[in-house]
């Protein structure tokens, strides 16, 4: 956890305290100290929600430049993930973007859509398997994965062994590359992905459990957009044509990978929010009984990411408009194997999700821990209990972890002294 990458960063000049992102960030990351905002690393999943929420744009997603690649790279993909073909108005060929892309001065564009299509078969194909704990969580969203690691760690066991889409397409780009221009090596191609969100950056820097990714960088779809908007509908020879079908596009948005399984017995949810409450809902056994279960970070799905233009609603129904435009499957699963639950070992993760250390310790002494927990039971007795945020702490119970642990005193409670200040004054 230490080692851990992050793709959000803080720029405390910009932070005037307000205590928004405190008050949104789910893992209670944030704290207030000296007037400005404070990211603990080891709580934070990357999933950019104080990066939307910050008014003052003190918060950021870290993501690298087109302009920073490598020059030793002499092939280089894009990697444009589904929810871009939904920025657009008007988009009448997917074919349209691929090549503004290729103007960009990509040399060649392999969309993550046709990777999804391929994840969904194999997903299919996991689901087969009479073994598997269920309901089997979806491992595309990293912030969700993280989020499971941190919080909820006895649901490690039920995320998804499959690659993510977009790592399956870097693999993939990469292969294809090579089978199609044998003069070039391995170490001269980059794949470079167009993402929605910083999490993603954070996959790509960190890998999945102990699975390291083979993508080489991220740049922000936010900058692609600017740099698109201008080449896009003004090229005039298209030749770049997709390769995907409407079944990897809809990943884009909240429910699209969950199709793809044929099934009805499925749960999709989007917002940090919907997507804790159903975490408990499966820890606690009060779900129906389902067989999986799709949790997006962001509102809508990756068309609400972070570093997205457009409103997530607007996209996604241009997404669903291109469904007259590409056919439904492009790409299928190519094995030999004929066994039902067959999944060639590319698409499998490394490495078990489950290597799950708590983020914080109150001590490494048993004995000293127990004593920290009864002061912290004891502090929040006595305090007023409403989550005000005015400490400097989302809560109040992580108030008096955070007053056990030295880092802020009990008077630092308004609602405390100012009860004090009355008593004082009463006795005057």
């Known amino acids: 956890m230490a080692s851990f990458q992050h793709s959000v960063s803080l720029d405390a000049h910009k932070c005037i305290g307000c205590t928004s992102c405190l008050r949104q960030c789910p893992t209670e990351a944030i704290r207030i100290r000296d007037g400005r905002a404070v990211i603990r690393t080891n709580l934070c999943i990357d999933c950019g929600r104080c990066v939307r929420v910050c008014q003052h744009k003190a918060k950021r997603a870290v993501f690298d430049r087109i302009s920073e690649i490598d020059p030793k790279y002499k092939w280089r993909i894009a990697l444009p993930a589904p929810a871009l073909y939904g920025q657009f108005d008007e988009l009448n060929e997917v074919g349209d973007l691929l090549q503004a892309l290729l103007e960009l001065g990509f040399d060649d564009v392999y969309e993550v859509a046709r990777s999804a299509e391929i994840i969904s078969e194999c997903t299919r194909r996991y689901m087969r398997k009479p073994e598997i704990l269920k309901p089997v969580i979806s491992s595309a969203c990293p912030a969700i994965v993280r989020l ?124 940090m929010d919907n997507a804790i409450q159903v975490l408990d809902a499966i820890e606690n056994g009060k779900l129906p009984a389902l067989e999986f279960v799709e949790l997006n970070a962001c509102p809508g799905g990756c068309v609400g990411g ?87 702490a989302p809560t109040c119970r992580t108030f008096a972890e955070d007053v056990v642990k030295g880092e802020c005193r009990v008077e630092d409670c308004i609602v405390l002294l100012k009860k004090k200040l009355q008593e004082q004054e009463e006795q005057l």
Not at 237 to 248: H, L
Request: charged share 25%; proline share 8%; with cysteine.
């Open 148 to 271: 499971i690691r941190l919080r909820f760690p006895e649901l490690c066991d039920h995320v998804l062994p499959i690659l993510p889409p977009v790592e399956y397409a870097s693999r993939a780009a990469k292969q294809e590359a090579l089978l199609q221009h044998p003069e070039l090596k391995p170490e001269e191609i980059c794949t470079v992905f167009i993402s929605p969100c910083p999490a993603k950056t954070s996959y790509a820097k960190n890998g999945l459990s102990q699975t390291k990714s083979t993508i080489d960088y991220v740049v922000s779809m936010t900058d692609v957009y600017r740099r698109l908007s201008g080449k896009l509908g003004k090229t005039k020879s298209v030749t770049m044509k997709s390769k995907a079908g409407i079944a990897g596009v809809k990943w884009a948005s909240s429910g699209g990978e969950a199709e793809g399984l044929y099934s009805d017995r499925y749960l999709a949810a989007d917002d």
């Open 306 to 392: 972070a570093a997205t233009v457009e409103n997530p609603y607007i996209a996604k129904a241009r997404l669903l408009s291109l469904k007259h435009k590409l056919p439904n499957y492009r790409n299928y699963l190519k094995v030999e194997n004929k066994e039902p639950d067959f999944i060639p070992d590319d698409a499998l993760v490394d490495n078990p999700i489950l290597d799950y250390v708590p983020p914080e310790r109150l001590s490494e002494d048993r004995l000293e821990a127990m004593r920290m927990m009864a002061e912290i039971e004891e502090i929040y007795e006595l305090l007023p209990q409403i989550d005000c945020g005015s400490c400097g």
